[in-house]
Structures are given as C-alpha cells and as structure tokens.
C-alpha cells in the first residue's frame, strides 16, 4: 500500500509548536512582539512589519529529507532549518545591541532545553540537533532605525506519525492471503538412518508496517 501524508506541512506543524513555546517564556511586557514570519527578515522589511520592540519573529527557512538525525529514525525524516529574528530599540546604540544579544543568547538556551510535546499533533517533533547558533545582524539601515537585529538559528527533525488510517488507498477487511512459494521441493529418504523422519516447518511472518 502506499501512504499519503496528510495535514499541515512541515513548516506549518513546526511554527504551531514554536511559536506557543516562544511566547511562553516571556511575559508580554518583556517581550511585546512573538510573531511568525515568512522568511529572512532585514533591513528593507522593517518599515513594512507591525511590531513593538523587543519583537522576536520566528520563521521556517526550510528542510531536507534525512537519514543522519540524532534524535529520529525511520523513513521520512526531515530536518528543518529554523530561524528567531531578534529586534531592539533603543536611543543607544550599545544598549540596544546588548539588549539584543541577551535576549538571543536567553532564546538559544531556552530552545536547547525544549522538548516539544506533540501528542496532539500528527508529526513527531524532536528537540534540537545541537545547540542554536547566534548573530549579529548589524548593518547601516538597521542601525539608522534606531534598532539593533540579532539571528538565533536552529535544526530540527521532524516525522509524520503515519498510521493504517493514512494508507491510501483504504484497506478493506482481509479476507484472503495467497502465498506463492518459489522455495526449491527437496525429499526426504522414506528410512533415514536412525528411523527418525525429520518434520519441516515453514514459519511466514508479516512485520508490522514501518513507520
């Protein structure tokens, strides 16, 4: 049979757990603005987003199929490239950036401690693969803003939980196996030595369906 996925995507399934933790950690008047976001998000986009500072806006940059997951096996493991953008304001250039550096490094410990509950997803969802990497964004427009941007990134794995209900197409009620065996037909002599007649079985066994 073969299987279909069905539900949110990847990148949708990870930002419904992300964004809950994120905003979690931080009370509204620390942290005003926990968003998602649609991609990269520099200089240009700044006057184009609504946001009170400090803002963190979470995004999905994209996956890979992979086999090389510390935290998943099985077959459709995908790992995904996770990114927290950091923004902060501040009439001082070297307060705004401390501010932002903290609140990163803050966001990457945190993230390296969770352990996403998914039950009530139809993904597995594993903690982070390493620690979160951490940047400064810095740059000239950015800075003539009044604003400091800092870059937390992180990789994730991820895997459908797939089920029989999953199989497409339906499995109907199992009334019938035909086994075909291509087995070589050997003899046994009808007076071995000892009069002893041996008994040959043949044991089929149906393993379960890999996830």
């Not at 990870?14 to 979690?24: C, M, S």
């Not at 139809?122 to 940047?135: I, Q, S, T």
């Not at 497409?168 to 009069?195: F, H, N, Q």
């Amino acid at each position: 049979a073969r299987r279909t996925e069905e539900g949110p995507d990847v990148s949708a399934a990870l930002l419904a757990l992300t964004l809950p933790f994120v905003r979690g950690l931080y009370a509204e008047r620390d942290v005003p603005t926990v968003r998602g976001y649609g991609g990269e998000f520099h200089a240009a986009e700044i006057g184009k987003v609504s946001f009170d500072c400090p803002a963190i806006l979470v995004t999905t940059l994209g996956w890979h199929p992979t086999t090389e997951s510390r935290r998943l096996t099985g077959r459709h493991v995908r790992k995904a490239a996770m990114a927290a953008f950091i923004v902060t304001a501040g009439a001082d250039r070297v307060d705004r950036l401390s501010a932002a550096a903290t609140l990163a490094e803050s966001l990457a410990i945190k993230l390296r401690l969770w352990v996403p509950d998914c039950s009530a997803t139809a993904w597995d969802v594993a903690p982070l693969e390493d620690d979160p990497a951490a940047e400064n964004l810095y740059g000239r427009q950015v800075d003539a803003k009044g604003l400091a941007l800092w870059l937390v990134r992180w990789e994730q794995c991820i895997q459908p939980r797939l089920g029989l209900d999953l199989i497409d197409p339906p499995l109907g009620d199992l009334v019938e196996i035909v086994i075909t065996d291509r087995t070589r037909t050997g003899s046994v002599d009808s007076t071995p030595p000892g009069g002893v007649v041996p008994a040959v079985y043949e044991d089929v066994q149906f393993p379960p369906i890999a996830p």
